[in-house]
């Protein structure tokens, strides 16, 4: 547990036994700071879901002591700092910061009619342009979060990024202004953020395209029936073959699938279709305009062989793209490489130097519970690369259940919010 500072930001994460000493340990961490001339007036606070029910308390623990009156944040299965995460444990992470005031508008947790949101925002947007939105949601509540993120967009015009709480508990949100707001759950809440807060934000996908980009000839509802004209499992099967083939160099043509998939010791494939690669292979969604550079992972929950089909967490209809993709520690970690160097270069180019303040990151819980976790303190770890690349920084997160950027819904992907 390390404080970490910069010019107007401050981010401390801690783990302990149950939520007060969790609270308390945050709390005695930013107490040197309390004496500041100029005092934080935002705070972002993520909690691990074996604290969920406590989220609330944490909060008004935390927004008595410090005077911070507006906060956001969420619940995950796992929180992330600078450098290290906690994952499966209770623990919170948090990032308090001094914004311009005015910068910045709290909304509370909304559903489909915007209500309180607007009464929140529609003010403030009469004097502020919403450059940026960080934007949480429930992703079990009845209406589809797309669809509140939508409204938002319209609303607003804000770039909208964030991520889904991820909880075997309650999915809580936190959005907060002076205690009202507070913690919610069945929507989506967050901030709103002016162009006088200077902040960067980047994408990196979790996965990598295999084969083609196929059109769905046939579907109804979440069941995929066919693709390019030809069942969509047998499709499915013959990209993947190509896929192993190519990995183990072999001629395409007479092959055994399951014995090169099988190889040096790896466990049997499973007889049961609805597991084979589960975890490892997925479906995409190709961002229109974007060819394979940007696309929407969604998991496939189930085959079947016989009829050809498959099913997704999402319709699909005639017409649509769709290509499979695979992932692993190794793509993990060469996409999220290439994010940080990207994002780099473009402060660089922008602003001269280098120099960010704070950051929040907010990773695909899928990803947390893979190697890369166990790996956080080594040079392999998703948030050691993320560290290297942007210095001990101010940081916090969470591992989401669905990541939030452009106002799209992605999977295996981590989302960057850089403050300047």
């Keep these: 547990m390390t404080l970490v500072t910069s010019p107007n930001f401050a981010s401390i994460a801690a783990t302990g036994a149950d939520w007060r000493t969790v609270a308390r340990q945050l709390l005695a961490a930013l ?25 609330e308390n944490i909060l008004a623990v935390m927004r008595a002591v410090s005077g911070i009156e507006c906060w956001v944040g969420a619940v995950g ?36 009619t915007l209500a309180g949101a607007r009464d929140a925002l529609e003010p403030w947007l009469d ?9 949480h949601g429930d992703p079990l509540a009845e209406t589809d979060p797309a669809l509140v993120l939508a409204e938002l967009e319209r609303l607003t015009g804000g770039f909208i990024v964030g991520g889904m709480s991820s909880s075997r508990r309650d999915h809580v949100v936190i959005a907060d202004q002076g205690g009202a ?18 902040a960067v934000t980047a994408l990196t996908q979790g996965c990598v ?11 109804e509802d979440n069941i995929l029936m066919e693709l390019d004209g030809r069942p969509a499992f047998d499709v499915f099967a013959q990209d993947l073959k190509d896929m192993a083939l190519a990995r183990a160099g072999e001629d395409m043509q007479g092959a055994d699938i399951r014995e090169i998939l099988t190889r040096d010791g790896a466990d049997a494939l499973p007889e049961d279709p609805d597991r084979i690669f589960k975890g490892e292979v997925h479906m995409a969604i190709p961002v229109a305009g974007s060819d394979m550079q940007d696309y929407m992972v969604r998991n496939i929950s189930g085959v079947d ?12 209809h005639p017409g649509d793209h769709v290509m499979f993709v ?9 996409d999220l490489t290439r994010m940080l160097m990207d994002v780099r270069e473009r402060v660089l180019r922008d602003h001269g130097r280098f120099a960010p303040q704070a950051a929040i990151y907010i990773s695909c819980v899928a990803r947390a519970m893979t190697g890369m976790s166990a790996e956080n303190q080594d040079s392999g770890g998703e948030m050691a690369i993320v560290r290297g690349f942007l210095g001990d920084i101010p940081l ?3 591992y989401a259940n669905g990541e939030i950027s452009n106002q799209r819904l992605y999977g295996h992907t981590g989302v960057l919010i850089l403050f300047l």
């Design 209 to 219: 395209p295999f084969g083609p980009v196929h059109v769905v000839t046939a579907a």
């Design 396 to 398: 916090a997160g969470f």
């Design 77 to 112: 299965l796992g929180v992330c700092t600078s450098g290290t995460a906690y994952v499966d444990k209770p623990a919170a992470s948090l990032l308090v910061g001094r914004l311009a005031p005015g910068s910045f508008q709290i909304f509370p947790v909304t559903d489909l």
């Design 326 to 334: 695979h992932r692993d520690d190794e793509t993990v970690r060469t």
């Design 305 to 316: 062989p016989e009829s050809g089909c498959m099913a997704l967490p999402q319709a699909l």
């Design 127 to 135: 004097h502020h342009e919403a450059l940026l939105l960080l934007a």
């Design 181 to 198: 707001g507070g913690v919610g759950i069945g929507g989506i809440g967050g901030a709103a953020f002016s162009s006088d807060v200077a």
């Design 31 to 55: 107490e040197p700071l309390r004496a500041r001339a100029e005092p934080f007036n935002l705070g972002f606070l993520y909690v691990s879901d074996h604290l969920a029910a406590e989220t």
